[in-house]
């Protein structure tokens, strides 16, 4: 069984940075895609970033581009999400999901999920 933990979320002012952490406790992180969601009080899930198993390859949201990036360190069985240029609009919950079994944006793809850190940006 595969337990995700979330880490690094907080309160920080627009313009500001964070760094979350996605902590994977099983051996099969090296050949799992990990992804990135969030999800704001009244709204779906969405789709943030994700990097392959293969070759680091990462996609992200247009909303997110040039502003976050999304890396892994397999020998830390963790996963990454830098967050730069902060914007409140960005406030959420933010998870990480790990093996998408088909379409990666989608949330329903994803076997396994974290708790969730919350990420608050004041303006």
């Known amino acids: 069984q595969v337990q995700l933990v979330e880490s690094g979320g907080g309160l920080v002012q627009a313009g500001g940075s964070l760094r979350l952490s996605c902590a994977h406790s099983?051996?099969?992180?090296?050949?799992?895609?990990m992804g990135w969601f969030r999800q704001a009080p009244g709204k779906e899930r969405e789709f943030v970033a994700v990097?392959?198993?293969?070759?680091?390859?990462?996609y992200y949201a247009d909303f997110v581009k040039g502003r976050f990036t999304i890396s892994r360190d397999n020998a830390k069985n963790t996963a990454y999400l830098q967050m730069n240029s902060l914007k409140p609009e960005d406030t959420a919950v933010y998870y990480c999901?790990?093996?998408?079994?088909?379409?990666?944006?989608?949330?329903?793809?994803?076997?396994?999920w974290g708790q969730g850190t919350q990420v608050t940006v004041s303006s």
């Open positions: 990097i392959s198993w293969t070759n680091d390859i990462t």
């Open positions: 999901a790990a093996n998408p079994r088909d379409d990666f944006r989608k949330a329903g793809s994803y076997d396994y």
């Open positions: 099983g051996s099969s992180f090296r050949r799992s895609d």
